[in-house]
């Protein structure tokens, strides 16, 4: 959080190397917060562009001179198609429920341009504190998903309202996405971190 908000000496998030992929746009960051990503982009001359439902990380990313504006992804309906789409911080979470991750996928192969990709990162939690036994979930159903969390946002000592959110493990997002017709390719890190890259198969 302390690097999103510019503080000095903050370290920035190992994600930010997903960023080196990509070589044009159009981009379109979902979930940008402060922007920070679509300033690395812009600096280099690449075409991106942000949406959020936060009408602060709008002022915050106008401030900075991001290209975003006030949206639900749902809803939105863009001119064109992007080159790339960006859901890093785990804002595949957006998803909210693991049951609504197939609706989430397919609303983002609408908004993708033929060749395009979709930059995933989060956090392998199986096992983990935070979600006790996801080692032994399955995809079976037979248990409840341990990463369909309810969380909230806290800023500046204000609190928001709980809202549904998943934490999605590399392995069942994958398994997920190919059911919707993209390929996957994941990079993980030893503390559990991760980058996805999907990208829709060609249709035959």
Known sequence: MRWWLREPGAVAPTDLRA?????????????????????????????AEGIDLLEAA????????????????????????YRHLLLMGNNIGLAGRLSRLPALLDR??????????????????????????RADWTASGERPYPGDRRIRHLYAGQTGPWFP?????????????ADRGFETHVEADADGRFLATLRLRPRT
Not at 165 to 177: F, H, M
């Open 19 to 47: 960023l080196d992929v990509i070589e044009e746009g159009p981009v379109l960051d979902i979930g940008y917060s402060t922007g920070r990503h679509l300033e690395r982009l812009m600096a280099r001359g690449i075409d």
């Open 108 to 133: 983002l192969a609408g908004l993708l341009a033929p060749g395009g990709s979709v930059l995933v990162s989060g956090k392998d939690q199986r096992g983990g504190p935070d979600l006790p036994g």
């Open 165 to 177: 959110w998943l934490d999605v493990d590399p392995d069942t997002l994958a398994a997920r996405a």
């Open 58 to 81: 709008v002022e915050q990313a106008v401030r900075h001179g991001c290209r975003v504006r006030l949206a639900d992804l749902w809803t939105f309906r863009p001119a064109r198609a």
